[in-house]
C-alpha cells in the first residue's frame, strides 16, 4: 500500500509563491517518477511537472520559469516551489508517483491565486 500526503496548498495573490509537498510511504520501488498534476474547475487534469529517480525534470510549458520541482528521495518526498504565481494557477493539486506500472496520487491540496 502507497500513500501520498501532500502539504503546502493555500491563499495566495497573484505575483506570490508557495510551495508544496508530498511525502510518500510504503513500499516503493527505487526507481520511480514523481510529479505534480493539477485539476481546474471544469478542467481536465494536466501534468505541472515530474521528476524521475535521477532528477531528470519535465515542466508543462505554461509553468516553465515559475516553478521548480525537486525531491529528496531518502526521504521520498517531492517539492513544488511555485513562484509568480497567477490566477490560472488556481487548481487542486494532486501528488503523484509511478512505478512498476502503477500510478498512486495524493488526496490534493487546493491552490487559490486571487486578483
Known amino acids: 500500500q502507497v500513500q501520498l500526503v501532500e502539504s503546502g496548498g493555500g491563499l495566495v495573490q497573484v505575483g506570490g509563491s508557495l510551495r508544496l509537498s508530498c511525502a510518500a510511504s510504503g513500499i516503493i520501488s527505487s526507481v520511480n517518477v514523481m510529479g505534480w498534476y493539477r485539476q481546474a474547475p471544469g478542467k481536465q487534469r494536466e501534468l505541472v511537472a515530474h521528476i524521475g529517480s535521477t532528477g531528470s525534470t519535465n515542466y508543462a510549458d505554461s509553468v516553465k520559469g515559475r516553478f521548480t520541482i525537486s525531491r529528496a528521495n531518502a526521504k521520498n518526498t517531492v517539492y513544488l516551489q511555485m513562484d509568480s504565481l497567477k490566477p490560472e494557477d488556481t487548481a487542486v493539486y494532486y501528488c503523484?508517483?509511478?512505478?512498476?506500472?502503477?500510478?498512486?496520487w495524493g488526496q490534493g491540496t487546493q491552490v487559490t491565486v486571487s486578483s
Open positions: 503523484n508517483i509511478y512505478f512498476i506500472g502503477n500510478d498512486y
